[in-house]
């Protein structure tokens, strides 16, 4: 059916108007002629002769072949402009696609074709758009893309060399024998050991958040208790909350809080947020982690009381090797990397998670579907 009608529209439509334009304008000439001859025979007298004799002409040429072509071409005259007039807006919305495309096809993606046209010229003065809309928004992606490739290699290149320089340094000291005793043999041993594990975390994250991100993990879901999973890691916690001096206060919903989901990935994200918890809020003496039933949803809440996060970096916070700038200096063995990671988990199981922080206190709000 539509193509029938795009067939009427661009091929018989055309024909129609050409030959009503036709039609108008021999009609327009004959009735010239028909004048002309009215006041060549009736008005004769009254008309001055230059213009008796030019009528004469003018009638005398349509007696002969030269006459016909020349009627011809006056009609021809009369005919395209009227042709042109009924096909105006087809042509002016033909001719602002080719002109817009031709800008568009230059580099230019921020143009929009405009045409005052109602039928498929305008649903393919739309199309284009909505195609030059998509390549604009995919190349935008791609040059964030790369940026973030860009930046990614930069702070990888950096993550890495640090450790890594202090390595090959103390190995080098060592090799040299540059040391005084076995004591300071054995001190530097253990900070080139130290370094090297801090490689290793580095280099694993690094292998786990890119997976994540390209889809190749497979969730090995279960069915749990929420309520006791978070019970177990806060059990598991216990000796580092005693190393830092920092106290864990739980608030657990008396719900069960059943989720189905992959318990290895799900102790992994809330192991990434005891820890920043640790590092960033044992100014604080205390955290705080609190779960609660919201509709189908639990809501688990990991507090801690340390330094506000500056607004300006929250929206940061999930980002692969993003520090607030005051600790990217600290040498607390971490890779950058902790909070992407358990985004990208929390995300797996289709969940959220969000951060607030003020001077009192910064929280980690989690959710995921209850069964």
Known sequence: MKNKKILFEYAFKPVIYFLLSMIIGSGFIMMIYSQLTNMYFTNYEK???IIINMVGIFLNIKNNYLGDIIYLILILLIVIPIYLLLMK??????????????IMANGDLNQTIQTESKDEIRELANNINSIVSQLRNITIEERRAQQTKTDLITNVSHDLRTPLTSIIGYLGLIEEDKYKDEVELRYYTTI????SKNLSILINDLFEITKMQNNTIKLDRIDINLVELLGQIVSQFEYEFNQEN?????????D?????VDPVKLVRAFE???NNAMKYGSDGKYIDIETRKQDNMAIIKIINYGEQIP??????????FYRVEKSRSRNDGGS???LAITKNIIDLHDGSIKVESNSRSTIFEIKLKLI
């Open 47 to 49: 008309i001055p002769r």
């Open 336 to 338: 950058g990397l902790g």
């Open 246 to 254: 920092i106290k864990v206060r739980t608030d657990f919903s008396e």
């Open 311 to 320: 607004a300006l970096d929250l929206p940061h916070v999930f980002e692969r």
């Open 272 to 274: 990434n947020l005891i």
């Open 192 to 195: 080139a050991y130290e370094k």
């Open 89 to 102: 807006k087809k042509i002016n919305s033909i001719s602002e696609i080719i002109n817009t495309t031709n």
């Open 256 to 260: 069960k809080l059943i989720v189905n």
